[in-house]
């Protein structure tokens, strides 16, 4: 409970009072010379247990009823969460999701749940600490602490407004749980605005037990977390998954493959609506009425003409506005496409030539692919500009060679390493990742992610024949990653480095193609689809035009050497260009960044589920909607004042006195005392 | 001086109940001849019985018109008058003393003891007095004017104090009141009745003609205080603090279970029990006991 005025709960002993006069009220009672005492002791016993607890109730009734009248002086202030906080924390931490879907609007209002998070938290934190708390604010967009004079402040930083990220709520706690244990904070209340996405929340991820572990182990931290998890029903949402310029007889045409999807109830069988949908190239825009039918409306190849002459642009598809902006646009970007370059580097031929196949397969007919072999002493000659993917068969070079270097800066710029085991692993350490031992045994693989990463089920839903594969030796990767292919007894032979935000990544692949190690070469497939789906991954970073995911990093460690493409676009501060969603320049490169997928899922953590993700923990969960516009804090001094009242009238219930004239008996004790010749006359 | 420890007695009363005799609800066993019953067969003019004559029998009492009729010797029995003798038994507990002053309940006794002490010895039956506290006085049971003035005297100098030994002062006055007597208690009886009981039967064992006043004020049957207060037990120190408002009730069902239960031991001891509020006049309480006694005569 917090106060508005705590000044006033000094009094708060004053509440004492009616025990303090009801002991002096004993001591200077009037004295009674009794004979009776036989009857007083026998009514005294008769009434001990219920007289006491009479009385006792009465006097706390008496002192809650004094206890609610300083308490209504000191205006108190409660509300849903902030009920019992136990007054203002050392620090207040903020934790909030600036994710795309936090974007979601009141049609009637045009509040989004961010604004209407953020509104409420900072009247709720300016309540309740009145100042007194250190503010901090950290955002998943960039999870940097920031310090604020006063909760006020929330409505006024760029920290806390729109972008077109992903969030991700693990990593938010983390830099949380870090700035807790770095700063020594104190009592600490951790505060999450979130509108429980699943992909945000990554319900799955590892990381949860050990951030639970390490909340669990600090004294004095409270969370409480401001869902808004309320959905848009009938909300549209567009994504482009692929642009392709073709050069016709009579000109030129963009390929688009765009998906319209529509928000339904399950079970649901809306009429099919037609939707207006803006094209724009190049700052020309076209409309055309698209019907979506069902849940959504895939268009393979929709065709938008464009002059011969242009060769290179930007775009954008549009749709009306609805409860969920963030969605209504999906930005691309076109130029010739990029030749699929890949590198193996290796002095083993008989591992590298199946690589090298399956790199040079043409998998997409209007793509050129080019597959090089370099021995390990030609490594410095590696293209890093226009290299896709690197095959990395030789040891690891130690970290601070230059070839580390240029191999984490490949990493970084949104290319993919995939590295295969040396044959003497001496224990060097690169991307936090190194080689352990190797083993030979007949094995398999036990477990494979088959959501995401190299070894995802295939579009259609099918699963990779992973578990198929036959190996006969295989080194275990060691170091913190994300496993993404694991043998029986938790051995990993297939793991992603992490901190890879740019969409490239590094791997450790234990497994050798070559059929002294396992059947990969032979069977192929899943080398194939790993390898192809490496390439790819790193060559969309390769090129002059681009598509990309706003997030911190999108534009590199700079991204004031990036400006808006389009001229007349509303105007985005350079620290903030790469976490909106549009088309950004630097010279003659264009990228378009987009929410990323994951923030069109519309499935959201149950409130539930928060019991199991913070178990263990101080945690409060309050569910808001975008229309409560009540604060989460309210003066309650009106509950106390129904309390005093009521508190008053049990005193005055059980002060009552009896009924003297229809006291049990008390004629017929007069009669009963009568004397004998009384009765018989009566 | 002698009038003035007297001054409970009040001559207007006196006089008006004087007329009442005391009446013993059993025979006596006097020693002088009185105006009371008795058990053995005397000369008195009030025919009893008829019986047969047996050898021995004094010939004075054959009655000779039944000779002539039935020609068998029967003896004519008269019933045997004799005196009474009047033991009064005071409480002279501390619980005595309530009631305000000058009207006490044990003021109220004494009037009561005395009056009935005075109308003993005015027709020539013997008076003693005992007093059932710590500190006894034991006066025997006598006749005369000398000893009701040594008696009377005696009650004007008690004072109730100290603690109750009611039952064991009556056990031991059932012990030595060695003949039949009329024995009067002046109590509030605030013991337990079964207690009482055995005290009762002990006397009437004895062969004593029981009776007992049981002195109550109206205050203490009804409680009716108004705030809470610390009473004071008059027998002992103890103080209780107590709300009337939250103990009249329970207090109430107190009183009526302790009368219930007095007058089963009444009806089982037999006792001449009356309970007396102490707000009416003791003139009343008196002639009630007297006429009821009257009512009661022995037929033997």
């Known amino acids: 409970m917090t106060f508005l005025q705590p000044v006033v709960l000094i009094a708060l002993p004053v509440a004492a009072l009616p025990v303090i006069i009801h002991l002096i009220h004993l001591y200077r009672r009037r004295q009674i010379k009794w004979a009776a005492m036989i009857f007083l002791r026998a009514a005294q016993q008769m009434n001990k247990g219920l007289s006491r607890l009479r009385q006792i109730l009465i006097l706390t009734l008496r002192v809650l009823a004094v206890a609610a009248i300083i308490l209504v002086a000191g205006r108190p202030l409660a509300g849903g969460w902030l009920g019992l906080t136990g007054g203002a924390p050392d620090t207040v931490l903020i934790l909030l999701d600036r994710s795309a879907s936090m974007e979601q609007k009141d049609m009637a209002t045009g509040v989004s749940k961010r604004e209407a998070g953020v509104r409420n938290l900072a009247k709720a934190i300016n309540d309740t600490t009145g100042g007194h708390s250190h503010v901090v604010l950290i955002d998943s967009a960039l999870e940097k602490p920031l310090a604020l004079d006063r909760a006020d402040a929330l409505l006024d930083v760029p920290q806390t407004g729109a972008t077109d990220t992903a969030a991700d709520i693990p990593g938010l706690l983390q830099a949380a749980l870090d700035y807790i244990t770095t700063n020594k904070t104190g009592r600490t209340d951790v505060w999450l605005l979130s509108d429980l996405q699943q992909s945000d929340w990554e319900q799955g991820s590892g990381r949860w037990p050990a951030l639970r572990n390490a909340f669990a182990s600090l004294q004095g931290v409270r969370f409480h977390l401001l869902c808004y998890s309320q959905g848009a029903d009938g909300d549209l949402g567009v994504t482009v998954n692929h642009v392709t310029r073709r050069e016709t007889e009579s000109g030129a045409e963009l390929l688009l493959d765009l998906r319209i999807t529509r928000r339904i109830k399950p079970g649901e069988h809306p009429d099919p609506i037609d939707v207006p949908v803006r094209f724009v190239v190049n700052g020309i825009s076209t409309v055309a009425k698209l019907t979506v039918k069902e849940s959504q409306l895939v268009l393979q190849g929709y065709t938008i003409p464009i002059d011969k002459g242009t060769r290179r642009g930007w775009g954008r598809v549009e749709l009306p506005a609805d409860a969920f902006p963030a969605n209504n646009v999906f930005h691309f970007v076109f130029d010739d496409p990029p030749v699929l370059r890949s590198v193996i580097v290796s002095d083993d031929p008989a591992e590298s030539a199946p690589l ?308 049990p008996g008390g004629e017929k004790i007069a009669a009963a005392a009568a004397p004998w010749g009384e009765k018989e006359a009566a | 001086m002698a009038e003035k420890k007297r001054y409970f007695l009040e001559p207007a009363v006196l006089g008006r109940l004087i007329a009442l005799p005391l009446q013993a609800r059993q025979a006596m066993l006097g020693n002088v001849s009185g105006k009371h019953r008795s058990p053995i067969r005397g000369s008195s003019l009030e025919f009893d019985q008829y019986r047969k004559y047996v050898p021995g029998d004094d010939t004075r009492r054959l009655d000779w018109r039944t000779w002539g009729r039935s020609d068998r010797f029967y003896i004519k029995q008269f019933e045997a008058d004799t005196n009474l003798r009047l033991c009064l038994l005071m409480d002279t507990s501390g619980s005595m003393d309530f009631g305000t002053e000058g009207a006490t309940r044990f003021d109220y006794a004494r009037k009561l003891a005395g009056s009935l002490g005075y109308f003993a010895a005015e027709q020539g039956d013997a008076v003693g007095l005992w007093s059932l506290a710590t500190k006894r006085v034991e006066i025997p049971a006598r006749r005369g004017p000398a000893h009701l003035g040594q008696v009377l005297d005696q009650l004007g100098e008690l004072k109730p104090a100290g603690g109750t030994t009611l039952i064991e002062a009556l056990h031991e006055a059932a ?56 009473f004071l037990d008059m027998e002992g120190g103890e103080t209780m603090l107590a709300d009337p408002s939250l103990i009249a009730r329970n207090y109430r069902e107190a009183v009526r279970r302790y009368i219930a239960e007095m007058e089963e031991v009444i009806r089982t001891t037999g006792v001449d029990y009356h309970r007396v509020r102490l707000q009416e006049n003791y003139e009343g309480a008196l002639a009630r006991f007297l006429l009821a006694r009257i009512q009661n005569h022995p037929r033997r």
């Open chain 1, 356 to 663: 090298q196949a399956a790199l040079e397969a043409t998998a997409d007919p209007s793509r050129k692919y080019v597959a090089t072999t370099l021995g390990v002493a030609h490594a410095a000659e590696i293209p890093w500009a226009e290299t896709a993917l690197i095959v990395w068969h030789a040891p690891l070079p130690k970290p601070g060679e230059a070839i580390a270097r240029q191999l984490q800066e490949h990493a970084a710029a949104g290319r993919d390493v995939i590295f295969l085991p040396p044959e003497a692993p001496d224990g060097t350490e690169l991307f936090g990742l190194h080689w352990e031992n190797w083993k030979t045994a007949p094995a398999a693989v036990q477990w494979w992610r088959n959501d995401a990463g190299l070894l995802a089920n295939t579009r259609d839903g099918k699963a990779l024949p992973v578990g198929t594969l036959e190996m006969t030796r295989y080194c275990t990767v060691g170091g913190e990653g994300t496993p993404l292919a694991r043998m029986s007894g938790d051995e990993t032979v297939l793991m992603r480095a992490e901190g890879d935000e740019t969409g490239g990544g590094a791997y450790f692949l234990g497994v050798l193609p070559g059929s002294g190690s396992s059947s990969m070469a032979r069977d192929g497939v899943v080398m194939f689809a790993m390898l192809q789906r490496a390439l790819n991954e790193g060559a969309g970073t390769l090129g002059k035009a681009r598509q990309g995911f706003a997030a911190a990093l999108a534009l590199g460690p700079d991204p004031s050497l990036w400006h808006q493409a389009e001229a007349g676009a509303e105007p985005i501060i350079p620290p903030e260009l790469p976490l909106r969603a549009g088309v950004v320049a630097s010279g003659d490169r264009l990228i378009a960044l987009n929410r990323p997928p994951g923030e069109d899922v519309t499935q959201t953590v149950p409130v539930a589920a928060l019991n199991d993700l913070f178990a263990g923990l101080d945690f409060r969960v309050v569910t808001g909607t975008l229309e409560d516009t009540r604060s989460l804090t309210n003066e309650v001094w009106r509950t106390f004042l129904l309390c005093m009242a009521a508190a008053i009238l049990g005193e005055a219930l059980l002060c009552l006195p009896p009924r003297r004239s229809k006291m």
């Open chain 2, 175 to 230: 012990e030595k009141v060695r003949q039949r007597a009329l024995v009067v208690i002046f109590s509030d009886f605030f013991v337990a009745p079964a207690e009482l009981k055995s005290a009762f039967q002990h006397l009437r064992f004895r062969k004593h003609d029981v009776a007992a006043f049981h002195l109550l004020d109206q205050q203490e049957l009804d409680f009716d205080f108004d705030r809470p207060a610390r």
